[in-house]
């Protein structure tokens, strides 16, 4: 029985996903998936097994005959079962490699047609290694439950008085705080290492020349305690003259002002109102409470701010804005998910306490407007600093969120709120008056059939969601039910094969996390040049499709020789030149 569910769910972890797979991507899916259906068939059965030792009774003996089977039925038996596993992997892998050009046609990474020799090599594989990750984690899995075995058989011959129900509750107990101890060494580990790697690396180089950045001279945050990204964000970005330039190309009247970016390390300041307080004090520094706008990004777990959503709102609002930005872990987003979840909404609801004190203090007219943004890890914090949509249209003048994991709270209560009859993919949210969930710049003004939007408001909410990004519909729910997004028709980018399996589907998309940041803008979990329109939306600055192209391509130009890390991941990796949106 674990052979045979371990076997199936092999077979469906080669089934399609959301974005086009590599040979890791399968053995990893393989491996977990094969592992855990296995291991489930053995406790069920082990389960069954138990019930009469746990209420006291005997099991009756099982009658053997001794003759036994015929050493020719048992070897005919064993082909047969050989044979039928093996032509069940042969047409899973080959409907594999057809199905993997879907994938990659519709997410944009490749042209359509029959997967070559090199994909199939590729695809056999990745199946061999999660074979050999499978036969790993049961015999890892046996051993523990010999041992847990042993060990329980001599509790009872030493306290034959206690019930066996309690010894056997209490290993179990005893087993997984062990378990426990042993993942939370693994991780604290994993986060120093983080700490260690974020200063190691030289980064951006020289800190930035301009005063209105944190890190120049003028700043009282010292550029070297902000880590790589910190760096990297105070010292990247467009300048005054490139904005200037930009907008000229759109035939935007007026001058440009040189943008404030403002970013507070972890390292200087591990507490969250101690952050807050710094930020605070930098904006005032810089001069950002007498700009149009201030907008408040929270970043992914290594303090990672998204490139292309903070030009592109630094772009329409010809520079006369502030980003602030305050870190709140060094680990990786993968990691901090884990690890600082916590830590990343009280640092968002820190800043956002602050400086909605300050500027409560400033007389109504000389307020600047306030803006929110985040991607991935840092959509899931930046939500932290409200407790509700109706606290966040009070709290806010606009938002993008882009690459929102389903665990936020409030984007959950969009979508279990929406309309009848709207999909989880584009849900309707009341009359779509302030919040308005998007797959693409074009669903910005337009509602899904038999549905209608009320005219803008204000504030306005975007939450820009691809239907190929795992790291959007990834949830431990996806182990045993079945997404709304999964019985509905399928996004735009998402292959038809695509289908809901148990076990499989959660490691697939798990798998397909790291990858999601390599396809091109409008994919996956890469959200590039098409923030310029949601942004263009938020802001009502009312540029045609066709100018916020045009910023779009010059950040594009602007990010493709830089290296930065990408989230989930946090490695680096070249940007793409002039990758859309």
């Given at each position: ?212 950045r944190s890190g120049s001279r003028s700043s009282a945050e010292p550029f070297a305690t902000m880590g790589l990204h910190g760096r990297d964000f105070v010292t990247g970005g467009p300048r005054r003259d490139r904005i200037a330039e930009v907008l000229r ?16 390390g972890r390292l200087g300041h591990p507490d969250p109102k101690e952050a807050a307080a710094a930020a605070v004090a930098e904006l005032e520094r810089t001069g950002a ?293």
């Amino acid at each position: 029985m674990p052979l045979t569910a371990g076997l199936l769910a092999s077979w469906a972890a080669l089934t399609p996903s959301l974005v086009p797979r590599r040979w890791w991507m399968t053995a990893a899916s393989v491996a977990a998936a094969s592992a855990l259906a296995s291991g489930a068939a053995q406790a069920v059965g082990a389960g069954v097994r138990a019930v009469p030792g746990l209420l006291g009774r005997s099991r009756p003996a099982p009658v053997r005959d001794e003759r036994g089977p015929r050493p020719g039925l048992r070897s005919t038996a064993g082909a047969g079962v050989l044979g039928a596993s093996a032509v069940g992997i042969g047409v899973s892998l080959a409907r594999s490699a057809r199905e993997q050009s879907d994938v990659a046609r519709v997410t944009g990474v490749g042209d359509a047609g029959d997967a070559g020799d090199g994909d199939r090599i590729h695809h056999l594989a990745g199946y061999g290694a999660g074979l050999i990750g499978w036969a790993v984690l049961d015999a890892t899995g046996r051993v523990s439950r010999r041992l847990r075995a042993r060990i329980g058989t001599r509790l009872r011959q030493r306290l034959p008085i206690v019930p066996p129900v309690i010894v056997t509750g209490a290993l179990v107990v005893v087993t997984v705080r062990i378990y426990g101890w042993v993942l939370s060494r693994v991780l604290a580990r994993a986060d120093t290492n983080a700490v260690i790697r974020s200063f190691a690396t030289l980064g951006a180089g020289p800190g930035p020349v301009e005063p209105e950045r944190s890190g120049s001279r003028s700043s009282a945050e010292p550029f070297a305690t902000m880590g790589l990204h910190g760096r990297d964000f105070v010292t990247g970005g467009p300048r005054r003259d490139r904005i200037a330039e930009v907008l000229r190309t759109t035939r935007r009247a007026g001058e440009a002002r040189e943008p404030i970016r403002v970013f507070v390390g972890r390292l200087g300041h591990p507490d969250p109102k101690e952050a807050a307080a710094a930020a605070v004090a930098e904006l005032e520094r810089t001069g950002a409470f007498e700009r149009r706008a201030i907008l408040m990004v929270t970043g992914t777990g290594s303090g990672w701010v998204p490139p292309w959503s903070t030009a592109a709102f630094e772009h329409l609002m010809g520079g006369d804005c502030a980003v602030v930005s305050a870190q709140y872990s060094f680990a990786g987003s993968w990691l901090a998910f884990l690890i600082h979840r916590g830590p990343a909404r009280e640092i968002a609801r820190a800043v956002h306490r602050a400086v909605r004190a300050r500027l409560r203090a400033l007389p109504p007219e000389r307020r600047p407007l306030l803006y929110a943004a985040g991607e991935s890890l840092g959509a899931f914090g930046g939500h932290g600093a409200f407790r509700s949509a109706g606290a966040m249209l009070r709290g806010l003048d606009g938002a993008v969120w882009t690459g929102t994991p389903r665990t936020t709270g409030i984007l959950a209560h969009v979508l279990r709120d929406r309309r009848h009859g709207s999909t989880e993919v584009r849900p309707v949210y009341g009359t779509g008056r302030h919040i308005r969930v998007v797959t693409r710049p074009e669903d910005l003004g337009r509602a899904p059939e038999e549905f209608a939007y009320s005219s803008w408001g204000s504030p306005r909410i975007v939450y820009a969601q691809h239907p190929s990004d795992p790291v959007v519909w990834w949830g431990p729910a996806l182990l045993l039910r079945r997404p709304d997004w999964l019985r509905e028709p399928r996004g735009f980018d998402v292959a038809p094969g695509v289908r809901w399996r148990p076990f499989a589907t959660f490691w697939q998309l798990t798998a397909d996390m790291p990858r999601s940041v390599e396809l091109p803008g409008g994919h996956g979990h890469s959200y590039h040049a098409e923030t310029v329109h949601y942004w263009n939306a938020v802001l009502r600055t009312g540029l045609t499709d066709a100018q916020c192209d045009a910023i779009g391509r010059a950040i594009g130009e602007d990010l493709a020789p830089s290296t930065g890390a990408l989230p989930l991941t946090d490695t680096g990796a070249r940007l793409r030149r002039g990758a859309g949106g």
